[in-house]
């Protein structure tokens, strides 16, 4: 892979954005390899990677896209990451909603809203990561940030269980956080949400549908899968 290019990678759940370029580069040779925007390690989806130093300062372009996304929360639980991986801060013993009260609280996002990242975020605070100040147990406040989110259709919804699962479609803008989305829609159902499941759909144009698997592939295949 002397030349280099741009490739649309499916991450799985389980490994750090990181983890995938460190693989990239074992399988390639390739030390200058970059994306165009994290996923944690509880997130799956497309992951736009450059390969080679002409590609990764092209990056910026991709990381201003729109992005699309298939979350799925449980109501009536909130942790401190946002999503099941944190720590329980809150649970309700049984949650009682509608459809109509859900989907009327999902359609109220839907626009432009001053949005708070969540404390475990990768935003600095006087230089540091949200995220390594949070871990240590330090207060962390962030300021709202203006976000657009476009689309947002509530897909699929368990409500007859204590802990209703509630599946939605996103697209939203360049710096949206999902997980505060998801937490910001609990607040407003009053019972809380968190994160169990997100998969990023699409970036701009590019779907996961035309991603490939790192597990397993050749260097063949990988080199057919490049683009410029």
Not at 98 to 111: H, S, Y
Request: charged share 20%; with cysteine; net charge neutral.
């Amino acid at each position: 892979m002397r030349d280099g290019g741009f490739l649309l990678v499916n991450k799985p759940v389980g490994p750090s954005s990181f983890h995938v370029i460190a693989q990239l580069r074992r399988l390639t040779g390739v030390q200058r390899i970059g994306h165009a925007g994290t996923l944690d390690p509880l997130a799956s989806g497309l992951l736009i990677v450059a390969i080679g130093r002409q590609y990764t300062r092209q990056l910026e372009t991709f990381v201003g896209m729109d992005k699309s996304y298939r979350v799925t929360f449980e109501l009536g639980t909130t942790t401190t990451t946002y999503d099941s991986e944190g720590s329980i801060t809150h649970q309700v013993p049984h949650v009682s909603v509608t459809a109509d009260q859900v989907r009327e609280a999902v359609a109220g996002f839907q626009g432009t809203y001053d949005q708070i990242p969540p404390a475990f975020s990768a935003k600095k605070v006087n230089g540091v990561r949200a995220y390594d100040r949070a871990r240590k147990g330090q207060t962390v406040v962030l300021e709202a940030q203006p976000v657009r989110i476009d689309a947002l259709v509530v897909a699929a919804m368990q409500l007859d269980i204590p802990h209703p699962i509630v599946t939605v479609l996103v697209t939203c803008s360049k710096g949206t956080y999902v997980r505060s989305l998801v937490h910001d829609i609990g607040q407003v159902l009053g019972v809380g949400a968190t994160v169990t499941a997100l998969e990023r759909t699409a970036i701009g144009h590019y779907s996961v549908d035309q991603a490939i698997d790192l597990d397993g592939v050749s260097l063949d295949a990988l080199t057919a899968a490049v683009f410029s």
